[in-house]
T-cell receptor, first 114, second 111 residues
Framework: DVKVTQSSRYLVKRTGEKVFLECVQDMDHENMFWYRQDPGLGLRLIYFSYDVKMKEKGDIPEGYSVSREKKERFSLILESASTNQTSMYLC?????????????FGQGTRLTVV | GENVEQHPSTLSVQEGDSAVIKCTYSDSASNYFPWYKQELGKRPQLIIDIRSNVGEKKDQRIAVTLNKTAKHFSLHITETQPEDSAVYFCAATDGANNLFFGTGTRLTVIP
């Protein structure tokens, strides 16, 4: 079974803090994604990585950065957390290459910025 | 990037009836169209997907159709059951293999 694990289920941070959300997958997937999920807005893509050290901006990258130093780990960084970044964050991974395949999701991190 | 629109946002059906959810996409290079189901408090999980070289795919009570010319695809659930109640998301890949989602449809199956 593919396993995508996010480091925290719930997180509470203060405005202005630097926040790290970690995601690890155990299936040697090339692609990894970070989404945020808000009611009525669906899953919005923040960043996408198709290989180590490679990244592409999604729809809403402002206020976020990412790091992928190892193939299995994809980190989302909130440089200076703000209240409008309170949300559910979902990480996902999939095989790369020309044939797109199923994306497997982590359990999500509910981040509250106070 | 890709723009995926999904309708309706909520859908209530009687048990045993059919449910249809529709999505449109904007990137003509898109070639992969998965559908995910998310139950309350759980992660999204793939239920069916279709590639651009296929017009229709069926898996038991679930079917997906794709019209590449019109850039729209639909999910059909027949003989709905209470356990089908969930939020359903359509998605499409853009030319760079990014995966973009629609805004979701909350399906309620009334027993």
């Amino acid at each position: 079974d593919v396993k995508v694990t996010q480091s925290s289920r719930y997180l509470v941070k203060r405005t202005g803090e630097k926040v790290f959300l970690e995601c690890v997958q155990d299936m040697d997937h090339e692609n990894m994604f970070w989404y945020r999920q808000d009611p009525g807005l669906g899953l919005r893509l923040i960043y996408f990585s198709y290989d180590v050290k490679m990244k592409e901006k999604g729809d809403i990258p402002e206020g976020y950065s990412v790091s992928r130093e190892k193939k299995e780990r994809f980190s989302l960084i909130l440089e200076s957390a703000s209240t409008n970044q309170t949300s559910m964050y979902l990480c996902a991974s999939s095989w790369g290459g020309l044939m797109n395949t199923e994306a497997f999701f982590g359990q999500g991190t509910r981040l509250t910025v106070v | 990037g890709e723009n995926v629109e999904q309708h309706p946002s909520t859908l209530s059906v009687q048990e045993g009836d059919s449910a249809v959810i529709k999505c449109t996409y904007s990137d003509s290079a898109s070639n992969y169209f998965p559908w995910y189901k998310q139950e309350l408090g759980k992660r999204p999980q793939l239920i069916i997907d279709i590639r651009s070289n296929v017009g229709e795919k069926k898996d038991q009570r679930i079917a997906v159709t794709l019209n590449k010319t019109a850039k729209h695809f639909s999910l059909h659930i027949t003989e709905t059951q209470p356990e089908d109640s969930a939020v359903y998301f359509c998605a499409a890949t853009d030319g760079a293999n990014n995966l973009f989602f629609g805004t979701g449809t909350r399906l309620t199956v009334i027993p």
